[in-house]
């Protein structure tokens, strides 16, 4: 007998209540992982398109430089994101989505070519040339796995760059024209 008169039981304990133990856990740690599925905060994956081709045909009638856009996108592409500043270092920018979810992005900027690259590609690297439709394009790539073509039209540079792959947006590039 221990002190106050109470019992003491000294054996070790057995498998049936560490089986118990474990269940008990388990299901606490069930229950809140089920909390925190049921509670959880979830991105709305869902990105919403904009109408390129109005802003394309605003720009275009006042850009001191040449415009470029695809005439159309591929089925299940979408225009995410559209920007224009005037005047003669003016900018274009227009932000696709592929159907596989992939994101390229076109600059035309009339900053320069290195600072072009400083601002809408950076941490890609030189990996040589590469022709697109009969134009030679500089090919750069990051350490991401971002692919950039760069190319100088007089003062403007233009710039392709996106996670999909070299292939996509090398006909993405090909399907761009001007005014």
Known sequence: MG???VVADNRNASLGDMVR????IGALLFGLAGLGYWFQVKPDDKV???DYVTA???ARGDALFDVLAPASLPKGWKATTVR???G???HWHLGVMTDKGEYIGLEQSGIGTQRAIEN???GTNAKGNTTVDGQSWQLRQ???GETTLVREDGDITIIVTGTASLAVIKDYAASLSGN
Do not use: C, T, W
């Open 48 to 50: 919403d398109a904009v």
């Open 3 to 5: 002190e106050n008169g």
């Open 84 to 86: 224009y500043e005037s």
């Open 21 to 24: 133990s474990i269940l008990v």
């Open 88 to 90: 003669a270092r003016g």
């Open 120 to 122: 809408f590609a950076p």
């Open 56 to 58: 394309v045909k605003a």
């Open 142 to 144: 990051s350490k991401r």
